[in-house]
Structure formats: structure tokens, C-alpha cells
């Protein structure tokens, strides 16, 4: 599935020099743009007394995580990315994970573009400031690796289709398909734990500038 790419060549950067963007980087990074969108349209189109709601709930959060200590925040930040992650990968597993794997990345960025709309609508230039210092660098990061995630899932998912329904064949084959996979996924989710640093660090250094009431 999937398996063209766009090929972008450059005149002015070098000659016979060709830029690779692989398909499913384009469709999944689209789709996580999409999801924040929906998360920012929904804030917008929400009712008073949900945004109060909400607006509370973050407040309470952000006020409770200033008296926690880093090590604190980075073990709970990291886990919850993690779990994020572990998801994902368990509907990787799935010949018919496709769907879920694509709204687990449309759910991240829902909550993203509602967190952020929410500060911003709220609290307006403030609230958006904050976002930017101290949510945006873990949301960036995490968003990237969880797209090239989803393309690996996507093809682990493919394979496990053509191996039930084609002619794959063997059963160490498979075995040694998933071990390769389990093994890449977890080097690519290496970068969670700078989500995470980067995260905590950018919470510490920045929050103390915002007080929300």
C-alpha cells in the first residue's frame, strides 16, 4: 500500500540532486493538520459552559503541575506518550488496524488543536504565548514521530494482510517480520523521551511567566 513516492528535483540547490518524500508521510502528517483543525473548530463552536468546562480543567492542571518536581512531570509526561504509542502499535498488529491507526493520529492532534484553541480563546494573546513556549515543542515532536510511526505501522499492517489473505507463506518468516518491527518502533520512539525533556524543561523555565485564574 502506498508503495510510490514523490520525487521533487531541485535546480538551484545542486545538480541531478532529488528529494524523496515518501506518500505516506504526506497522507499521515495531513491527516494529524486535520485533526487540529477539528480540535480548534470544535473549541470555536463549543457551547459557554463546556469551554468553562474545559478552560477549568486546564487551569487546574497547569496550577497542579507548578508545586510537582521534574522528575514528576517528566515520568508522567513520558507515559502518557508512551501509552499513546503502545496503542498505536497494538493496532498495528491488526490486519484491519488501518482505521484505528489513522484516528489515533486524528485523536492527537484533536487534542492538540483543542488545548491550544482553548488558551487562545480564552485567554487570548496570553494563552497562545504559553502554547507556543511550553506546549508546541512536545507537540511537534511528538507529532513527527508518531507520523513516521503510523508509516511503519501502515506497512506492518500490510504485511500481516498479505500474509493471512496472500502468499507470503511462512511462519518464520512472520516471526522474524515482527521481531525486525518491534525493534524499529522502539528505536523510533526514542525521541518521546526528548518529547517528554523538552516537555518538562520548557513547563519549568516558562510557566512561572503566566498566571491563569
Same mark, same amino acid.
Given at each position: 500500500?502506498?508503495?510510490?513516492?514523490?520525487?521533487?528535483?531541485?535546480?538551484?540547490?545542486?545538480?541531478? /540532486?532529488? +528529494? &524523496?518524500?515518501?506518500?505516506? #508521510?504526506?497522507?499521515?502528517?495531513?491527516? $494529524?493538520?486535520?485533526?487540529?483543525? !477539528? =480540535?480548534?473548530?470544535?473549541?470555536?463552536?463549543?457551547?459557554?459552559?463546556?469551554?468553562?468546562?474545559?478552560?477549568?480543567?486546564?487551569?487546574?492542571?497547569?496550577?497542579?503541575?507548578?508545586?510537582?518536581?521534574?522528575?514528576?512531570?517528566?515520568?508522567?509526561?513520558?507515559?502518557?506518550?508512551?501509552?499513546? /504509542?503502545? +496503542? &498505536?502499535?497494538?493496532?498495528? #498488529?491488526?490486519?484491519?488496524?488501518?482505521? $484505528?491507526?489513522?484516528?489515533?493520529? !486524528? =485523536?492527537?492532534?484533536?487534542?492538540?488543536?483543542?488545548?491550544?484553541?482553548?488558551?487562545?480563546?480564552?485567554?487570548?494573546?496570553?494563552?497562545?504565548?504559553?502554547?507556543?513556549?511550553?506546549?508546541?515543542?512536545?507537540?511537534?515532536?511528538?507529532?513527527?514521530?508518531?507520523?513516521?510511526?503510523?508509516?511503519?505501522?501502515?506497512?506492518?499492517?500490510?504485511?500481516?494482510?498479505?500474509?493471512?489473505?496472500?502468499?507470503?507463506g511462512c511462519d518464520s518468516g512472520r516471526n522474524q517480520l515482527l521481531k525486525e518491527?518491534?525493534?524499529?518502533?522502539?528505536?523510533?520512539?526514542?525521541?518521546?523521551?526528548?518529547?517528554?525533556?523538552?516537555?518538562?524543561?520548557?513547563?519549568?523555565?516558562?510557566?512561572?511567566?503566566?498566571?491563569?485564574?
Amino acid at each position: 500500500m502506498f508503495k510510490k513516492s514523490v520525487i521533487i528535483k531541485t535546480k538551484n540547490i545542486r545538480p541531478n /540532486f532529488k +528529494l &524523496n518524500l515518501d506518500y505516506k #508521510l504526506i497522507i499521515y502528517f495531513t491527516l $494529524f493538520l486535520c485533526g487540529v483543525i !477539528i =480540535g480548534v473548530l470544535l473549541i470555536k463552536n463549543a457551547g459557554d459552559d463546556f469551554n468553562r468546562f474545559f478552560s477549568d480543567l486546564l487551569i487546574k492542571h497547569v496550577n497542579a503541575k507548578k508545586h510537582n518536581s521534574f522528575i514528576t512531570d517528566f515520568c508522567f509526561v513520558f507515559l502518557c506518550l508512551l501509552l499513546l /504509542f503502545f +496503542l &498505536n502499535y497494538l493496532c498495528s #498488529l491488526s490486519a484491519v488496524g488501518f482505521p $484505528f491507526i489513522w484516528l489515533i493520529l !486524528i =485523536g492527537f492532534g484533536v487534542c492538540c488543536g483543542a488545548v491550544t484553541g482553548e488558551f487562545f480563546i480564552t485567554f487570548g494573546l496570553k494563552g497562545l504565548g504559553f502554547c507556543l513556549l511550553v506546549d508546541i515543542p512536545c507537540y511537534a515532536i511528538t507529532a513527527a514521530t508518531l507520523v513516521c510511526c503510523c508509516c511503519e505501522s501502515t506497512k506492518i499492517c500490510n504485511n500481516i494482510f498479505f500474509y493471512l489473505f496472500g502468499n507470503y507463506g511462512c511462519d518464520s518468516g512472520r516471526n522474524q517480520l515482527l521481531k525486525e518491527y518491534t525493534l524499529k518502533y522502539v528505536i523510533m520512539c526514542l525521541p518521546l523521551l526528548l518529547g517528554a525533556f523538552a516537555s518538562t524543561v520548557c513547563f519549568k523555565m516558562f510557566s512561572g511567566f503566566f498566571t491563569f485564574t
